[in-house]
């Protein structure tokens, strides 16, 4: 099993930036996928983005509508830490943002931790 640590979010005004970073507890390099989600309140959690890699040069990122062309999801193995870079902030991505491992199937393999609020409010 691996702990997952969410840190980076914040308050932000609409048009702002933040970046988020999520730290393993072990190395993520035979990690295949990995995703960022969201849940804001009221609602229920989503999955934004997705990077798959592992033994193959080849990384896959996948985005939700929501945030495609604004979020751009990354990996380092070597610091053991999946980033989240968020662009042109809206009020509507306000939420606890997570990270977790991804099964094959798409859905998150382990509990959620405490995750990172984001907050875009002028």
């Known amino acids: 099993q691996v702990q997952l640590v969410e840190s980076g979010g914040g308050l932000v005004q609409p048009g702002g930036s933040l970046r988020l970073s999520c730290a393993a507890s072990r190395s993520i390099r035979g990690i295949n996928a990995m995703g960022w989600y969201r849940q804001a309140p009221g609602k229920q959690r989503e999955l934004v983005a997705t990077?798959?890699?592992?033994?193959?040069?080849?990384?896959?990122?996948v985005y939700a509508d929501s945030v495609k062309g604004r979020f751009t999801i990354s990996r380092d193995n070597a610091k053991n830490t999946v980033y989240l870079q968020m662009n042109s902030l809206k009020p509507e991505d306000t939420a606890v943002y997570y990270c977790?491992?991804?099964?094959?199937?798409?859905?998150?393999?382990?509990?959620w931790g405490q995750g990172t609020q984001v907050t875009v409010s002028s």
């Open positions: 977790n491992v991804m099964t094959a199937s798409g859905s998150a393999l382990y509990g």
């Open positions: 990077i798959r890699s592992g033994s193959s040069t080849v990384t896959v990122t």
